[in-house]
């Protein structure tokens, strides 16, 4: 089968990427290896290349990234790795060639089978491919039927009546071209802005008409205009910076600064400003993360220093060289200039972060601070410090000089050279700790966790020598995330008492793990749990029937072979996921569950036999490829969204 590149183009807003993700999602089980990098020319901008290469190379290889120091390193490395691998890539929003080069230069890198897809706007970005098939797909905007079902969906939230409003509703659409972020905005506007005014529709349509994308812009500005001001500030913050970020953190920010984030994420979408994805990440369509930009920059044309928040390298640098920042500051990202060959790290004083007393926010990428640190920063809630070199230059001070009461966020990630196991102080009111990929020369983490009594958040992913979770975890009352993803651990084993508040507990490929004790019924207010790529354990404990608050559960490439019978009693599963398992019959346990929506035993290949699935009333995905399942019986195949089965499956219908 030969390799094949497809190039999926259309206008802004006309739904490039959600088609994108829609074919990905029914296609990805077909594949050796998957990936879909979203946003690859605003990611590039502002992580450079290399980092994007690494979450390919680590998505398509389904374990840890082998240490990447330059993009050419990088190249070579993906095509060594997947050079006979079928693999589905898709790069979303490239805009030239030089974005895809690093990552998907040729088809040749890849194995035969293997599929690109791009999201692009203009087709000369195909032009760099000179081997394999290439395919244009031209995305077209939507058709009347479902363009009005859209409309009437965004413009009837407020629930009155659109009988009188005649032919308008089509008009307006046909003004808009059709394009599906158009409409939503337009409806939306028209709902909150004229519950019941018509004048105002005949009003907006016939400016759409003059200059319907000069228009809409204007709309998403009026829209944007009469939100309030808090959720003013959570839109510009997320268009600033957390397009693509999980909402937890954020959140935590917001409630810190009295930001109401729960009324103002709803505000944003319900006038189609935002959406949060299947893993609660914020998602925001370009042409409104662009308008979010323009009204920070708009703030003060002339001094960047005068603005709330700052993203671009060449502001940052202005504010920091020339100490032209400001209390007006808010939000600070620091990056590398990733349009070099080689970024080279920044080296600042702390006495240029003194006029910024008002931060919040602090990103810093891969740059040291050195200095008095005297009465530094004293609002900071979010210090996010990516390649810090050393513990020690942790803002050139010791953690305990931090204004610990107000500091909710410390994301050390990928500090690779902290020789020295942390010690955290007691005045510390940290919520959110991220360690993911420090290199903690400690089989265990420092017993002084325990006095981080409002920890929510604990990520200790790919931090390699960690062998076992430390006794005073136990004690964190409030812990409701822990993330031990890529460590040495190899048991999964709780005291009484422990972690009461733990909701989430993910430990994919920890290649040492090869059991899970029968404590594991303690964690009783566990939702999820994902062991993905534990490859050496071989079974579940019959305690996991007391986890019946459980909701979605990975047990995929794992050895296990088999379900224990209480399994009966997580009555409040919804997803199941089993992917190349060693189960060899149907679970006879999962046959009731009401609250089932998803189950996946794709590459099962020992699965044999029947798939009764009639006591499943909320299934709604269901993938069975490449197994050896034989007959299947449902009430009715209708109720899917998603069914994958192979051919020559027997599919009866049984009430």
Same mark, same amino acid.
């Given at each position: ?42 990611y590039i901008e502002r992580n450079g290349v290399v980092s994007l290469q690494k979450k390919l190379i680590q998505d398509l290889n389904r374990r840890d990234c082998p240490e990447v120091k330059s993009s050419n390193e990088g190249s070579t490395l993906i095509k060594k790795l997947f050079l ?165 953190? &954020? ?103 003194? &006029? ?16 008095? &640190?005297?009465?530094?920063? &004293? ?194 599963l919804e997803v199941l996921k089993m992917v190349r398992t060693f189960i060899n019959e149907f679970p006879q346990a999962i046959k009731i569950f009401e609250k089932l929506e998803e189950l996946d035993f794709t590459l099962c290949l020992s699965l044999v036999g029947d798939c009764d699935i009639r006591g499943l009333s909320s299934l709604r995905i269901l993938r069975l490829r490449r197994t050896k399942i034989s007959r299947m019986f449902a009430k009715d195949y209708g109720q899917f969204d998603i069914l994958e089965l192979d ?9």
């Amino acid at each position: 089968m030969e390799r094949c590149v497809v190039a999926m183009c259309g206008l802004p807003g006309v739904g490039k990427t959600t088609l994108a993700k829609i074919v990905y999602n029914k296609i990805s089980h077909l594949f050796d290896g998957c990936s879909f990098l979203e946003n690859v020319r605003d990611y590039i901008e502002r992580n450079g290349v290399v980092s994007l290469q690494k979450k390919l190379i680590q998505d398509l290889n389904r374990r840890d990234c082998p240490e990447v120091k330059s993009s050419n390193e990088g190249s070579t490395l993906i095509k060594k790795l997947f050079l006979k691998q079928r693999v589905l890539i898709v790069l979303d929003d490239v805009d030239h060639f030089k974005q895809i080069k690093p990552l998907a230069e040729a088809l040749t890198w890849f194995g035969l089978g293997s599929r690109i897809i791009l999201t692009i706007r203009n087709k000369n970005v195909i032009e760099g491919y000179e081997d394999g098939e290439i395919k244009e797909h031209e995305v077209l905007p939507m058709n009347d039927g479902h363009a009005l079902e859209l409309f009437y969906k965004h413009a009837s939230r407020l629930n009155f009546t659109l009988e009188n409003y005649g032919s308008l509703p089509k008009n307006i659409i046909s003004a808009v071209g059709n394009l599906p972020l158009s409409i939503e905005i337009v409806a939306s506007y028209l709902c909150r802005k004229s519950r019941k005014s018509k004048a105002i529709w005949i009003e907006t349509l016939q400016i759409l008409e003059r200059e319907p994308g000069k228009e809409v812009k204007g709309l998403l500005r009026e829209s944007y205009d009469l939100l309030e001001e808090k959720t003013k500030q959570i839109f510009l913050d997320i268009a600033c910076f957390f397009v693509g970020v999980e909402k937890t953190i &954020p959140f935590c920010m917001w409630e810190v600064c009295e930001g109401c984030p729960n009324r103002g994420v709803d505000e944003l979408q319900n006038v189609s400003f935002l959406k949060v994805g299947e893993e609660n990440e914020f998602w925001m369509h370009n042409q409104l993360k662009m308008l979010g930009r323009e009204i920070v920059k708009n703030e003060n044309n002339k001094s960047p220093g005068e603005r709330s928040r700052l993203w671009d390298y060449k502001d940052v640098q202005i504010i920091l060289r020339e100490s032209e920042g400001t209390d007006k500051v808010e939000a600070l990202r620091v990056t590398l200039n990733y349009n070099q060959d080689e970024p080279e790290f920044d080296h600042f004083r702390c006495e240029k972060f003194h &006029p910024l007393s008002n931060l919040r926010f602090l990103e810093l990428d891969y740059a040291d601070i050195e200095g008095n &640190p005297k009465n530094l920063l &004293p609002k900071l809630v979010w210090l996010d410090w990516c390649g810090c070199t050393e513990i020690s230059k942790l803002f050139a001070f010791n953690m305990q000089k931090l204004e610990a009461k107000r500091l909710k966020v410390l994301n050390l990630k990928g500090c690779l050279w902290i020789i020295a196991s942390l010690e955290f102080p007691a005045s510390m009111s940290l919520e959110h700790l991220i360690l993911e990929g420090c290199l903690l020369l400690f089989p265990t983490i420092h017993e002084s966790i325990s006095s981080l009594e409002n920890l929510v958040t604990l990520n200790i992913k790919n931090c390699r020598y960690v062998k076992y979770l430390p006794q005073a975890l136990h004690s964190l009352r409030a812990l409701r995330e822990l993330l031990i993803d890529g460590t040495k651990i190899e048991s999964l084993h709780f005291m009484e008492g422990s972690l009461p508040a733990l909701e989430i507990l993910s430990a994919c490929g920890c290649e040492l793990l090869k059991e899970v004790s029968d404590s594991i019924e303690l964690l009783k207010n566990l939702r999820k749990l994902t062991l993905r790529s534990c490859k050496q354990l071989r079974g579940l404990p019959h305690s996991m029937g007391e986890l019946v608050l459980l909701e979605k559960m990975d047990l995929s490439y794992t050895s296990i072979n088999k379900l224990p019978s209480s399994f009966k009693d997580l009555k409040n599963l919804e997803v199941l996921k089993m992917v190349r398992t060693f189960i060899n019959e149907f679970p006879q346990a999962i046959k009731i569950f009401e609250k089932l929506e998803e189950l996946d035993f794709t590459l099962c290949l020992s699965l044999v036999g029947d798939c009764d699935i009639r006591g499943l009333s909320s299934l709604r995905i269901l993938r069975l490829r490449r197994t050896k399942i034989s007959r299947m019986f449902a009430k009715d195949y209708g109720q899917f969204d998603i069914l994958e089965l192979d051919d020559g499956v027997d599919m009866q219908t049984v009430s």
